[in-house]
C-alpha cells in the first residue's frame, strides 16, 4: 500500500480542513498542516492533531507572494520526512482544497505509480519574479502604501536594469507552473539533497515575488527525474469571473460539480464556508 503524506497551507477555516481529513482518512493517509503565523485562532487546530495529523515545528507568517511560502513548503516536507514513515508520495494543497473522490479512488490512482504531477505554465512571463527586488516579504503590496511602493520600485529598477544586471540569473533553465503538486518521493529526494548542497539556491529567492510557482518547479524539470513528471497538477480551479472584481481562482459552488467530475482532478479548490457547503455534500454523496 503506498503511503501519502499530505502538506496542507492554511490560514483559516478550521472546519474545512476537519471535513478533509475525515474524508480521506486512511491508514496509509497522514496530514502535515502548516497554520501561517498570523492566525489567531491556532489552537482551534491544534485539537484535529492526532496519529496521523501532525503540525510543523515553526510556523511563518505568509505574506503573499513573498518566499516564506517556500519555507512553508520546505518545513511541511521536512516534518513529513522526521516521523520516521517513508512516504511514496506528497501532495501540496491550500487549506480551500478539497478532495474529489474517495480514498480508494485516490489510493488506486496512484498505485505502482511512480509519475510526479506538475502543472507546467509555457506562457508566463517569469524573470520579473526573480530578476528584480520585490518587497512582498516586508509589506502588502497589493494596495495602499505597499502597493504604490512597488509600482514606483519596480519602474525605477528597470531602467537601472537596462543600465547594468541588476540581480544574477538562477543558475538553470526557469519553469514556473501551479504551486500545488503531487510529487513522487524520488523527486522530493533530489530536490531536498539539490537544497542541502547548494543553500545559495533556495537564499536567492529572497525578495523575489510569487516564486513558489517557480522554485520547485525549476529544480524538478531540469532533474534527470524530468522525464517522471506529468504536466497536470491534478488540480480544479476556475479563473473565469462570474461577476466584476471576482477573486480569482474563483470560490466553487454546486453549480461547478458537473464540470469539475469532466476532469481528472483529486482536488478543487477554492472552498469556502457555506458557500460551497452544498458542492462538498455533493462530493461526498457516495462515500
Known amino acids: 500500500m503506498m503511503l501519502h503524506a499530505i502538506l496542507v ?19 496509509n493517509h497522514y496530514f502535515f498542516v502548516h497554520v501561517d503565523r498570523k492566525t489567531k485562532k491556532y489552537q482551534d487546530f491544534l485539537k484535529l492533531a492526532s496519529h496521523h495529523v ?24 521536512n516534518k513529513a520526512r522526521s516521523i520516521g514513515v517513508e512516504f511514496d508520495y506528497y ?23 511512480t509519475k510526479s504531477y506538475m502543472e507546467l505554465d509555457k506562457k508566463s512571463l517569469i524573470e520579473p519574479r526573480y530578476m528584480y527586488y520585490h ?17 514606483y520600485s519596480l519602474k525605477l529598477q528597470k531602467r537601472l536594469s537596462s543600465l547594468f544586471q541588476l540581480r544574477k540569473p538562477l543558475p ?9 503538486w503531487s510529487l513522487h518521493k524520488d523527486m522530493v529526494g533530489y530536490i531536498l ?15 523575489s515575488s510569487c516564486c513558489d510557482e517557480v522554485f520547485f518547479h525549476t529544480l524538478a524539470f531540469n532533474s534527470k527525474l524530468n522525464y ?32 469539475i467530475m469532466t476532469t481528472n482532478a483529486l482536488f478543487c479548490r477554492k472552498m469556502e464556508n457555506p458557500i460551497s457547503n452544498d458542492l462538498i455534500k455533493e462530493l461526498d454523496k457516495d462515500l
Open 135 to 151: 518587497l512582498n516579504g516586508i509589506m502588502n503590496v497589493r494596495k495602499g502604501f505597499g502597493g504604490t511602493l512597488k509600482r
Open 228 to 259: 517522471t513528471i506529468v504536466e497536470d497538477d491534478l488540480r480544479y480551479y476556475d479563473w473565469h469571473r462570474t461577476y466584476p472584481n471576482e477573486k480569482l481562482p474563483r470560490v466553487l459552488t454546486h453549480s461547478d460539480y458537473s464540470k
Open 172 to 180: 538553470m533553465q526557469p519553469y514556473k507552473g501551479s504551486n500545488w
Open 54 to 77: 501532525f503540525f510543523t515545528d515553526k510556523r511563518y507568517n505568509v505574506r503573499w507572494g513573498s518566499v516564506d511560502q517556500i519555507y512553508a513548503t520546505l518545513e511541511l516536507i
Open 91 to 113: 501532495h501540496l494543497i491550500s487549506g480551500q482544497d478539497y478532495p474529489v473522490h474517495s480514498p480508494q479512488y485516490f489510493d488506486d490512482f496512484f498505485s505502482d505509480n
Open 193 to 207: 539533497t539539490y537544497i542541502n548542497q547548494h543553500p545559495e539556491y533556495l537564499t536567492r529567492f529572497r525578495f
Open 9 to 27: 497551507e492554511t490560514h483559516a477555516n478550521v472546519d474545512l480542513l476537519e471535513k478533509v481529513i475525515r474524508k480521506m482518512t486512511g491508514e
